[in-house]
């Protein structure tokens, strides 16, 4: 997900323009000189300049590059393969956590939460036979915390808890 | 003062106070042990059960947590060479070398200890600071706030790793995100999209949970597990620190003095004490060759160290409402939310719940050493827990956590947004921190600015008027300059070299 500075760059200074335009059209407060336009529209233009300077590359001689340490006798870890959609699979917890809005309701907390416990499990490579009593069990366990001691309102939905 | 002492007391002795602080400590030690869980993402991850406990219990949980966190980071760190938190990341590499020559009891004996020294000293800065600079700070305007805010600001963006410019970036983009909703001087919905659930604005604490725990899943998706931890038995743990304090003495007390001022100064943390303090030990040293081949003395300041900064970061965060780090930040939520807003009268109009936080550190300190002793112990079992087996608990929490603080599913949504934004902005050398300070400190400074431009009709020059605020202003704008001031140097400086070399 490294993108070149250009790219963020860019991004940050047309997310800057359009904060500051979004704050130069906001009404203001009669009889007052300052009013809810004047904070966006000098973060707009802050936000614009960094920008800027990002994609002129001030600045970047200061970055350091994240060290790795490497592990010793052999321990190294292998490198995960490098398939042209291995990427996205960093976008699958927030993906699962979307699933829990849609699904919650419908569902129910433990039926929910079970898939997202297996799949994220699965997806970090775990075995079925860790992966499957893992999801079975942990939805209880953090429903008698939430739900029951802490009395958060968990969707009961096709699966209500015995207590 | 011996009243309002016996107040503090009668405040933290009740059995909600002592479960909720043994269990978050336990807790604490716990996420803090497990490589890649920081202690803000533990501190973090505890906010939702905050609401269910009353104000001291609540603010027990986070000091209690946040202190083991801090300390239990330092096990991975010497026995897998896999810091738990990025503030044991500084010494990660010596405590490790300290293990394989034999040496593991002493160096976390010497992380259990020096880290409840520091502590312990960190309380106690906040006890002489606090006081005098809230009267101090009974003086100040809406102009003294707003550039006080701004440095506090500025002072988060000064010490990242990254690039300046990109952690200002990072800050603007938090004061944008703060600018949602309709708290705001017009009351008028800003950047909501019409959307009724941005209304409200964006909650500091599900982007704080998804920047710092979703993002953190995401990145364990593409990176391979950490080896596990060979079997050992541990001899005494404690055997050997009291010579070591000894001999250490002087290196002990400046690891505690430069923990307690990098932790008031806000934005800057128990990380960067941690770095400060092995670099300033080695550079002290009598013995600099010794560094890197398992010697116990930068152990001794940095664990201090980091430590220290933890509560002598409640300082800022107490009088001003600016936090000092990124788990103040967090305990600032948690202030508000119980009531306690920070502020100088705080210290007046709150004095017993003030003593009680005091009290609570000091506590959680001496907690630290026989729980830390367990916590070493079993830490051999706990480290065994695969990765895949902690992540997909921490993804439900996550999802019920943010769920519990509004009981609507917009916090959820917000999580998973916020965990995508922290990874890409981290992918991009774009910190993080701060972005959460800018959402965190946003009201505060919007509040702070258009206040004083009201008073001042618009004019900009009574900003610099008075002493303090033209001080203050003076750090605050030298700290935005000073990055294009380096670039600007580093450019000329080939021209110059260049010239002389063609003469």
Redesign the interface.
């Known amino acids: 997900?490294?993108?070149p500075?250009s790219v963020?760059g860019s991004f940050?200074v047309a997310?800057?323009a359009a904060?500051a335009y979004?704050?130069w059209i906001?009404?203001?407060?009669p009889g007052?000189?300052?009013?809810?336009?004047?904070?966006?529209l000098?973060?707009?233009t802050?936000?614009a300049l960094?920008?800027l300077?990002?994609v002129f590359g001030?600045?970047?001689?200061?970055?350091?590059e994240e060290e790795l340490?490497p592990?010793e006798d052999g321990?190294a870890?292998?490198?995960?393969p490098q398939g042209k959609l291995?990427?996205l699979?960093?976008?699958?917890?927030?993906?699962?956590?979307?699933f829990?809005?849609f699904a919650?309701d419908r569902l129910g907390?433990i039926i929910t939460?079970a898939i997202?416990?297996?799949v994220?499990?699965?997806?970090?490579?775990?075995k079925w036979k860790?992966?499957l009593p893992?999801?079975a069990l942990?939805?209880f366990a953090?429903h008698l915390i939430?739900g029951k001691l802490?009395?958060?309102?968990?969707p009961a939905g096709l699966l209500p808890t015995p207590w | 003062m011996l009243k309002t002492l016996i107040d503090a007391f009668a405040l933290i002795s009740t059995w909600e106070v002592i479960i909720a602080m043994f269990a978050a400590s336990v807790y604490g030690l716990v996420i803090g042990s497990l490589p890649g869980l920081s202690a803000t993402m533990a501190t973090a991850l505890l906010v939702p059960v905050t609401f269910y406990l009353s104000p001291i219990a609540a603010i027990a949980t986070i000091v209690a947590a946040s202190s083991m966190a801090i300390f239990s980071g330092d096990i991975p760190g010497a026995l897998l060479r896999i810091p738990g938190t990025p503030a044991s990341a500084a010494y990660a590499d010596e405590a490790y070398a300290m293990t394989r020559k034999g040496q593991a009891e002493l160096a976390l004996g010497a992380g259990v200890w020096f880290s409840a020294v520091g502590g312990i000293a960190g309380v106690l800065s906040l006890m002489i600071l606090a006081p005098p600079l809230a009267e101090i700070a009974l003086s100040f305007s809406t102009f003294e706030y707003f550039w006080l805010a701004l440095l506090g600001l500025m002072c988060a963006t000064l010490v990242a790793r990254s690039s300046p410019v990109k952690a200002i970036a990072g800050m603007f983009i938090g004061l944008l995100v703060s600018c949602i909703g309709i708290e705001n001087p017009g009351g008028i919905p800003r950047f909501t999209f019409g959307i009724t659930d941005l209304f409200g604005g964006i909650e500091p604490i599900p982007a704080l949970v998804g920047v710092f725990a979703v993002a953190q899943v995401m990145r364990a998706m593409l990176t391979p597990e950490p080896p596990p931890l060979p079997r050992r038995k541990f001899g005494s743990i404690m055997a050997g620190q009291w010579k070591l304090t000894k001999l250490y003495h002087w290196q002990m007390t400046r690891g505690n003095i430069v923990g307690i001022i990098i932790g008031v100064l806000p934005g800057a943390g128990a990380d960067m004490a941690a770095w400060v303090s092995y670099a300033m030990s080695k550079r002290f040293s009598k013995e600099p060759e010794k560094f890197g081949t398992g010697h116990v003395e930068g152990l001794v300041e940095a664990g201090a160290s980091n430590n220290a900064s933890i509560a002598s970061g409640w300082v800022p965060s107490l009088l001003f409402g600016i936090p000092g780090d990124t788990i103040a930040a967090i305990a600032i939520g948690v202030l508000y939310m119980k009531g306690l807003n920070p502020g100088p009268t705080l210290f007046t109009e709150k004095a017993s719940s003030m003593y009680a936080i005091y009290l609570m550190f000091i506590i959680a300190n001496i907690l630290m050493i026989p729980l830390g002793i367990a916590m070493i112990r079993v830490a051999a079992y706990i480290l065994l827990a695969p990765r895949s087996t902690v992540m997909p608990i921490i993804m439900l929490c996550c999802a019920v956590g943010s769920f519990a603080i509004g009981n609507n599913m917009f916090g959820v949504v917000t999580v998973a947004a916020f965990g995508v934004i922290g990874y890409v902005m981290e992918a991009n050398g774009y910190p993080v921190a701060a972005m959460v300070l800018g959402i965190v400190m946003g009201t505060m400074v919007e509040q702070a600015f258009v206040t004083s431009l009201i008073k001042s009709d618009g004019s900009i020059l009574p900003f610099f008027e008075r002493p303090v605020a033209a001080i203050l202003a003076a750090m605050a704008i030298g700290a935005l300059l000073w990055p294009v001031m380096v670039w600007i140097w580093r450019k000329m400086k080939p021209l110059q070299t260049a010239t002389a070399t063609s003469r």
């Open positions: 997900m490294r993108l500075d963020t940050l997310l800057g904060a979004g704050g906001l009404p203001p407060v007052q000189p300052v009013g809810p336009n004047v904070f966006p000098v973060i707009g802050g936000l960094c920008g300077a990002i001030i600045g970047h001689s200061f970055e350091e340490i592990f321990q870890a292998t490198p995960p291995y990427g699979r960093a976008l699958l917890p927030p993906a699962l956590l979307l829990y809005v919650a907390f939460a997202m416990v297996y994220t499990s699965a997806a970090l490579g775990a860790l992966a893992l999801a942990s939805p953090i939430f802490l009395r958060v309102p968990l």
